[in-house]
C-alpha cells in the first residue's frame, strides 16, 4: 500500500539556520504530496502542495519539489525562526484529487532555539 | 469560513464506556473525514463520507466504532465498549470534491482510565 516516510526527529536547530525534512513515499498511480504543520496547543494546517511531478510547493519561506525520479519531497528553509518551532507531517494523498484520503508520514519535530 | 469544528476537545472515560465525539465541517465542504492520532504517529485514516454516503471504511474501524453524516453536515463517531488501545486523538477534516486540500479540526483527545 501507500506510505510515507519521514526522517527522525527531534530536529534541533539554531535561529536563521537552514532546514532540510526528508520525506520519502512509495505509492502507486499519481499522488498529489502535502507538508502539514501543527504549532504546539494547535490543529494541523496545510504548509504546502504539490500535484504532479517537478511541481514546487511553497510558503512562509518553506519550499518543497514533488521528485518522482527519487519519490522525495523534501522540505525545506532557508533560514528558520523560533516560530518554526512545530510538529511537521508529509502526506500523500492515493490520486490526483485533493479530496481523496491522505497517508501520513509520523511527523518530525523541529525544535528551534534564539 | 469558521474553520472544521470538534466537540468535546477532551474526553476522559472509563473502559467499557461508550463515547460520540461531534464535527461540523466547513460549510459547504462535501467531504469529510475521520482519522485517529496516537502519540508520536502521524495521523491515520478511518473513514470518510461524500454528503451523507460514506464511502469508505479503513480497516482500523472495529465494528465498535461507527461513524454518521445523516443530512450531508455534520457527522458523528462513537466508540462502543472502549478499550485503553482507543486513547488517541481523533480528528475530523473536510473538504470540497475536486478542489482545495483537507482542512482539519484540532481534535478530540480521548483517554481511557
Known amino acids: 500500500g501507500n506510505s510515507v516516510t519521514q526522517m527522525e526527529g527531534p530536529v534541533t536547530l539554531s535561529e536563521e539556520a537552514f532546514l532540510t525534512i526528508n520525506c520519502t513515499y512509495t505509492a502507486t498511480g499519481y499522488p498529489s504530496l502535502f507538508w502539514y504543520v501543527q504549532y504546539p496547543g494547535e490543529g494541523l494546517q496545510l504548509l504546502l502542495k504539490?500535484?504532479?511531478?517537478?511541481d514546487k510547493g511553497s510558503n512562509k519561506g518553506f519550499e518543497a519539489t514533488y521528485r518522482k525520479e527519487t519519490t522525495s519531497f523534501h522540505l525545506e528553509k532557508g533560514s528558520v525562526q523560533v516560530s518554526d518551532s512545530a510538529v511537521y507531517f508529509c502526506?500523500?494523498?492515493?490520486?490526483?484529487?485533493?479530496?481523496?484520503?491522505?497517508?501520513f508520514g509520523a511527523g518530525t519535530i523541529l525544535r528551534v532555539k534564539s | 469560513d469558521t474553520g472544521v469544528s470538534q466537540d468535546p476537545r477532551h474526553k476522559i472515560t472509563k473502559r467499557g464506556q461508550n463515547v460520540t465525539f461531534r464535527c461540523d465541517p466547513i460549510?459547504?465542504?462535501?467531504?469529510l473525514y475521520w482519522y485517529r492520532q496516537t502519540l508520536g504517529q502521524g495521523p491515520e485514516f478511518l473513514t470518510y463520507f461524500q454528503n451523507e454516503a460514506q464511502l469508505e471504511k479503513s480497516r482500523l474501524l472495529s465494528d465498535r466504532f461507527s461513524a454518521e453524516r445523516p443530512k450531508g453536515s455534520f457527522s458523528t463517531l462513537e466508540i462502543q465498549r472502549t478499550e485503553q488501545g482507543d486513547s488517541a486523538m481523533y480528528l475530523c477534516?473536510?473538504?470540497?470534491?475536486?478542489?482545495?486540500?483537507?482542512?482539519f479540526g484540532d481534535g478530540t483527545r480521548l483517554s481511557i482510565l
Open positions: 460549510s459547504e465542504h462535501n467531504r
Open positions: 504539490a500535484t504532479k511531478a517537478d
Open positions: 502526506a500523500l494523498s492515493d490520486s490526483m484529487e485533493y479530496g481523496n484520503k491522505l497517508v
Open positions: 477534516a473536510s473538504s470540497l470534491v475536486d478542489r482545495g486540500p483537507q482542512h
